[in-house]
C-alpha cells in the first residue's frame, strides 16, 4: 500500500462541523479513508457527509458530546459497530474562551477543560484499544492518535490564561502516551497551530473580540486556512510506519 493511501482505514475526527475538523474530514476522506465525523451539531455533520459522499467518499455521522465519558465512549463504539475497526483518531475538537483570571467567569473554564482536556482524555481512552489492535492486525501496520494543541500549548499570554492551561495539559499528555505505546507503532503527535481562520474566536464577548481583532494574536494579514491544518494532519498521518512526527508547529508566514 502506497504510504500517502488511507483506503480502508477508518478516521475519527472530533469537532468535524466546522474548521479544521471539517477540512480534515475532508482532506482523509480524500485519501481513501472512511471517516467518522463527531460533534454536536448534527445538521452540520450530515451536510458535511453528503458533501464528502458526493465527492466520491465515505463517511458517518456521530453526533455526540464528548465532555460527557458515556458519550464519548458510546460515539467510539458506534464508529467499531457500524465500520468494524479505527485507524486514526484526531482530537480536533477545542473552545477558547478569553479574558483575565481576575474577570473570567469560572464556568468559562470549566466548559474549556471540558472540551480541551476531558473530551480528549476520553476519545482518546476509548479509542486506544482498537487503536492498538489496527496497528498489529492491519494493513498498514501503524496506527494514529493527532491532537490539536495550539501555539498557546507552547507559549503563554496574558489573558489567556486558562486556555493555556489546557494546550499546555494536551502538549504534555500527548508526549507522555507517545513514550507509552509509540514502539506498538500507534503513534502519537500533537500539532500546534498559529492563527487559523476558524469559528474559535467568536465564541468569545463582544470586548474579547474587539480587543482580539488588534492584538498581535489576531490582527494577522493572512491567516492560515483549515485546509492548510488539514494537509499536515494528512502528512502527519500517512508517513511510512518507520516514521512517526512526534510534534508539528504550523504558523501563517505572517505572525511573528
Do not use: C
Not at 480502508?8 to 468535524?16: D, E, L, R, Y
Not at 465532555?67 to 458510546?74: L, Q
Not at 483570571?101 to 473530551?119: K, S, T, Y
Not at 499536515?232 to 516514521?243: D, E, F
Amino acid at each position: 500500500m502506497a504510504h500517502n493511501n488511507l483506503t480502508g482505514t477508518v478516521a475519527i475526527i472530533t469537532g468535524a462541523s466546522s474548521g479544521i475538523g471539517e477540512a480534515t474530514a475532508k482532506e482523509l476522506a480524500g485519501l481513501g479513508a472512511t471517516v467518522a465525523v463527531v460533534a454536536r451539531r448534527q445538521e452540520r455533520l450530515l451536510a458535511l457527509v453528503a458533501e464528502i459522499e458526493a465527492a466520491g467518499g465515505s463517511a458517518l455521522a456521530v453526533t455526540a458530546d464528548i465532555t460527557d465519558r458515556a458519550a464519548a465512549e458510546s460515539a467510539v463504539q458506534t464508529v467499531i459497530d457500524r465500520l468494524g475497526r479505527l485507524d486514526i483518531l484526531v482530537n480536533n475538537a477545542g473552545l477558547m474562551l478569553l479574558g483575565s483570571v481576575v474577570e473570567q467567569d469560572i464556568e468559562e473554564w470549566e466548559r474549556m477543560i471540558a472540551v480541551n482536556q476531558n473530551g480528549l482524555l476520553f476519545m482518546t481512552k476509548a479509542a486506544l484499544p482498537h487503536l492498538l489492535s489496527a496497528a498489529e492486525d492491519g494493513p498498514r501496520g501503524v496506527a494514529d492518535i493527532v491532537n490539536i494543541s495550539s501555539i498557546a500549548g507552547r507559549q503563554a499570554w496574558a489573558n489567556f490564561a486558562a486556555y493555556n492551561m489546557t494546550k499546555f495539559g494536551v502538549n504534555g499528555f500527548t508526549e507522555a502516551l507517545r513514550q507509552e505505546i509509540t514502539k506498538e507503532h500507534v503513534r502519537v503527535g500533537v500539532l500546534e497551530p498559529g492563527a487559523v481562520d476558524t469559528e474559535l474566536v467568536s465564541h468569545n464577548n463582544d470586548t474579547i473580540k474587539n480587543d482580539l481583532a488588534v492584538s498581535d494574536a489576531e490582527n494577522i494579514p493572512e491567516k492560515l486556512q483549515p485546509e492548510d491544518i488539514a494537509e499536515s494532519i494528512a502528512y502527519m498521518v500517512t508517513r511510512h510506519r518507520r516514521s512517526s512526527i512526534a510534534e508539528l508547529w504550523a504558523m501563517p508566514t505572517s505572525q511573528a
